[in-house]
């Protein structure tokens, strides 16, 4: 099987309170089918093997559907592949003695907590200041009880398809968490279920979210390109609408 | 509920201002370079019976103004405060920076609007003490005594620093709209699949226009005046 040699220059950091730097590693034993993440554990398992702490990253499902995988890849949040995250990353898309940084995504309101792993409980107080619905307890409706037009319901499932991942925040200059905010309340502000709190639930999680240290928004887009989900921009200029209706209408 | 100034300075209300005020400026300029082409005229008699004209509005162009000076101040502390704000957000940056490229609208125009705007700040300053608080010259047209600014603009525009500088701020100005009329739309929540890549494509005519037409004047004025 044919073998690549990659340099690797990786994150490392002890803690969130030590200071971290890169450092450079070879790997010999690299195949073009592996995984990204894949291709770390190999690392870990060498790194152990020399007695060395192996190097800390997130990941659970390694299906693409979780957003526990991050990593920020020679500068791109998930990598050089579009729509696609660390995770479904494979190392065909790199060419034997390429050197590759891995960093982790970077935001004041996502601390490191080791190497590569960064705390992204940020997203869960937003979500838990205006990202729920009211339902009535009881028996479960009947299917198609509340009809929603086609391009209603594909919009809401489109936003509906970010995973939480934080990519958008990672990639942005800014740092702003406005694209993984607005598909939460444009998926809601869309379906009937989300109408009792449409309005409080945009103004708490904007609130939150500029609570939490993000930064503004500037239209960039880039969050859009890094997106393994490709949540559109589309969905931020509906929760600025939203924001708007909330307060004067 | 919150109040009107946290919305303001809200992520959302920001952007919304600058949004606004950045549309209503550009909406200035348009009016600023259709009357200004009367400087292409060697007569110097329309254009200063068009200042004359504006001046005659009395009040109310002081009113208008104000609006405009408001809107700047407003403007620059919303950009400013993203400015900051985004500077706070990462403390650590990364060592290797990249863009994903398509959809993404990343370019040299949207990463420096801080600065071509603090450029176009500058430049407003010069461009007002030269001309609105200039040197009075008068001047008589149909009996009417009024002030000769056409003189004065022949005078600064013959000095080829001054063209210079123009010339270099209008293309600043250029940048900051090609990435700013679009933005302003999509910060007033206003983003329609089928018409953005209009407004997108608009953005690029209107930031060509109004560079090229603006820094065109005084090369024109002085290949007029001292070259020919
Ligand atoms: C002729 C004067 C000016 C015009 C027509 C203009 C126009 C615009 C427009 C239309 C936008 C887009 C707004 C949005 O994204 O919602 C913008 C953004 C911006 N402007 Fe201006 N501008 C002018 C002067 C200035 C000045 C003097 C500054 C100085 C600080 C400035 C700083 C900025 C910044 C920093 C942004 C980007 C905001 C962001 O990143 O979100 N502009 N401008």
């Known amino acids: ?16 309170n030590s200071p971290g730097k890169l450092v450079s590693y070879t790997l010999n034993d690299v195949t073009p089918e592996m995984s990204f993440l894949e291709m770390l554990d190999v690392l870990n398992e060498h790194l152990i093997a ?20 991050s990593l920020v ?44 792993v960064v705390d992204r409980s940020a997203f869960d107080r937003i979500l838990a200041a205006g990202g729920y619905i009211s339902v009535n307890a009881g028996s479960a409706p009947d299917a198609n009880t509340i009809p929603i037009p086609k391009e209603i319901a594909d919009e809401a499932m489109d936003a509906a398809a970010c995973i939480g991942c934080g990519a958008c925040v990672a990639a942005c200059p800014n740092a702003s968490a406005s694209l993984f905010v607005s598909a939460k309340i444009s998926q809601l502000a869309l379906l009937p279920q989300g109408q009792p709190e449409r309005k409080r639930r945009a103004l708490r999680m904007i609130e939150q979210m500029d609570k939490e240290g993000f930064g503004d928004c500037s239209n960039h887009a880039e969050c859009e390109a890094v997106c393994p989900k490709e949540i559109s921009i589309v969905h931020i200029a509906r929760m600025r609408r939203e924001y708007m209706r909330a307060m004067f209408c | 509920m919150p109040s009107f100034m946290s919305t303001v300075r809200s992520s959302v209300g920001k952007k919304f201002l600058m949004a606004i005020t950045g549309l209503a400026m550009i909406v200035f300029l348009i009016e600023h370079l259709t009357g200004n082409f009367l400087l292409l005229q060697p007569n110097p008699e329309p254009y200063n ?3 004359h004209f504006l001046l005659s509005f009395g009040w109310l162009l002081i009113v208008a103004e104000l609006i405009l000076v408001a809107f700047l101040v407003i403007h620059m502390i919303s950009g400013i405060s993203v400015f900051l704000k985004k500077r706070q957000a990462r403390p650590v940056g ?69 063209v210079g500088g123009y010339v270099v701020a209008m293309i600043l100005l250029g940048f900051h709209l090609r990435h700013g ?11 329609h699949p089928r018409y953005m890549p209009i407004i997108y494509g608009l953005g690029v005519l209107i930031a060509i226009v109004l560079a090229v037409g603006f820094l065109g ?11 020919l």
């Open chain 2, 94 to 162: 990364y060592h290797v920076t990249g863009s994903a490229g398509k959809p993404s609208k990343k370019s040299f125009a949207s990463t420096t609007m801080i600065y071509t705007g603090i450029v176009i700040f500058i430049f407003l300053a010069i461009h007002l003490k030269t001309f609105k608080y200039g040197p009075y010259y008068e001047t008589t047209v149909d009996g009417v005594v009024m002030r000769d600014l056409y003189r004065l603009v022949n005078e600064v525009f013959s000095d080829p620093l001054y």
């Open chain 2, 217 to 227: 004047i005084p090369v024109w004025i002085y290949l007029r005046e001292v070259v």
């Open chain 1, 50 to 69: 020399k007695g060395e702490e192996p190097v800390e990253f997130d990941n659970d499902c390694r299906e693409g559907i979780c957003g526990m995988c």
């Open chain 1, 1 to 16: 099987m044919k073998k690549m040699t990659l340099h690797l220059r990786i994150w490392r950091q002890k803690d969130a």
């Open chain 2, 181 to 191: 009329f679009w933005s302003a739309f999509q910060s007033l929540g206003l983003n």
């Open chain 2, 49 to 51: 019976k068009y200042a």
């Open chain 1, 73 to 116: 890849i020679n500068g791109i949040p998930h990598g050089p592949e579009h729509a696609t995250a660390t995770c479904q990353l494979h190392m065909r898309h790199f060419k034997d003695g390429d050197t590759i940084t891995i960093e982790p995504f970077r935001a004041k309101p996502f601390p490191v907590v080791k190497d590569l």
